[in-house]
């Protein structure tokens, strides 16, 4: 009990006296965060409206592949991110390795499949009717699939804060493909693994409180924009 205690405390002294390198970790989380949810939702977007909106052959099998793809470990994730740009990979020439950059790519692999299934579950959600309406309305294709993004437009923003919530959270691919480098690629997840392995459990709890947050001003901005 103690260590808790100590670890709120703490975790105001962190926030309020401006402890860089404190700073350094969630504005790194934040930044590479916020790239690989763009990157994901700019590519799962249009990739799960496209699967929950037209029938074709194998789309079972796409979205099995898919639903498995939700449940892969961020070590798993890390191992082979870690594998094409390291320097004996494929992508060895850009030196991603121990960078943000390649942090970003790892998280936007894990949030891809979530971004995709949810909009792709939201989408096949619509009533059949409603887009039937928009026909016999004379609406074209574009206003059709506008029309029926905006009808699920909470649906998608959910999906949206849940895969946030995943990148925001892991430890495997930053600790695995930043390589926790202080001042440079070290997260608050990482962070906290550090800190609670040396016996620091009040600079591991303060962490920990900064970064659940950080998860809570994502909700926070979800519930704003309902209400608007």
């Given at each position: 009990?103690?260590?808790?205690?100590?670890?709120?405390?703490?975790?105001?002294?962190?926030?309020?006296?401006?402890?860089?390198?404190?700073?350094?970790?969630?504005?790194?989380?934040?930044?590479?965060?916020t790239?690989?949810?763009?990157?994901?939702?700019?590519?799962?977007?249009?990739?799960?409206?496209?699967?929950?909106?037209?029938?074709?052959?194998?789309?079972?099998?796409?979205?099995?592949?898919?639903?498995?793809?939700?449940?892969?470990?961020?070590?798993?994730?890390?191992?082979?991110?870690?594998?094409?740009?390291?320097?004996?990979?494929?992508?060895?020439?850009?030196?991603?390795?121990?960078?943000?950059?390649?942090?970003?790519?790892g998280?936007?692999?894990?949030?891809?499949?979530?971004?995709?299934?949810?909009?792709?579950?939201?989408?096949?959600a619509?009533?059949?009717?409603?887009?039937?309406?928009?026909?016999?309305?004379?609406?074209?294709?574009?206003?059709?699939?506008?029309?029926?993004?905006?009808?699920?437009?909470?649906?998608?923003?959910?999906?949206?804060?849940?895969?946030?919530?995943?990148?925001?959270?892991?430890?495997?691919?930053?600790?695995?493909v930043?390589?926790?480098?202080?001042?440079?690629?070290?997260?608050?997840?990482?962070?906290?693994?550090?800190?609670?392995?040396?016996?620091?459990?009040?600079?591991?709890?303060?962490l920990?409180?900064?970064?659940?947050?950080?998860?809570?001003?994502?909700?926070?901005?979800?519930?704003?924009?309902?209400?608007?």
């Amino acid at each position: 009990m103690d260590d808790i205690v100590a670890g709120i405390v703490k975790a105001f002294e962190l926030l309020f006296s401006g402890d860089e390198s404190t700073w350094t970790a969630v504005l790194a989380t934040v930044k590479v965060s916020t790239c690989s949810m763009l990157l994901s939702i700019g590519a799962g977007l249009p990739c799960g409206f496209l699967l929950g909106y037209y029938e074709f052959r194998g789309k079972q099998h796409l979205r099995t592949v898919l639903d498995t793809m939700l449940a892969l470990p961020t070590v798993f994730i890390g191992l082979v991110v870690f594998a094409f740009i390291s320097n004996q990979g494929p992508l060895g020439d850009f030196k991603l390795l121990f960078s943000l950059t390649g942090i970003a790519i790892g998280q936007t692999i894990l949030a891809f499949p979530i971004v995709t299934a949810i909009t792709a579950t939201t989408i096949e959600a619509v009533d059949p009717l409603f887009k039937l309406t928009l026909v016999s309305l004379g609406a074209g294709k574009r206003n059709i699939i506008a029309t029926c993004l905006w009808e699920v437009r909470y649906g998608i923003l959910a999906g949206a804060v849940t895969a946030y919530g995943r990148v925001l959270t892991e430890v495997g691919i930053s600790m695995m493909v930043g390589g926790n480098i202080k001042w440079h690629t070290r997260t608050v997840t990482t962070a906290i693994a550090l800190e609670t392995g040396k016996g620091e459990f009040a600079n591991g709890i303060a962490l920990g409180i900064i970064l659940i947050t950080l998860a809570f001003a994502v909700n926070l901005s979800l519930s704003l924009l309902r209400r608007q």
